[in-house]
């Protein structure tokens, strides 16, 4: 079984390596800030799409009940002014 790699016995001693750096005190915190971590990167990267998506819809949504019936447009006539002589 490889993860991102690398065997079962090369990440066996990557955690004994960081379990004898940090301590077993330490392990939960740095379990959970890493937890944390990953969630936010996570949010970040994807949760801006949602959202985008959510607004998109929603949006859309908004103008389609706030239609009226399409009215014919409507032509605007200028009249010319006739030329003053002075």
């Keep these: 079984m490889k993860i991102l ?3 079962v016995p090369e990440l066996v001693i990557i ?3 960081i379990l004898l750096i940090f301590g077993p005190k330490n392990l939960p915190k740095l379990g959970a800030s890493l937890g944390k971590t990953v969630k936010n990167l996570r949010e970040g ?3 801006g799409k949602e959202e985008a998506a959510e607004a998109v819809e929603l949006a859309v949504e908004d103008d389609v009940e706030d239609e009226e019936p399409a009215q014919p447009a ?3 006539v200028r009249a ?3 030329p003053q002589n002075a």
Excluded: R, S
Aim: charged content about 25%.
């Design 15 to 17: 955690l004994a390596v």
């Design 5 to 7: 790699g690398m065997g």
């Design 74 to 76: 409507k032509k605007t």
């Design 80 to 82: 010319k002014k006739a």
């Design 45 to 47: 990267m994807g949760g």
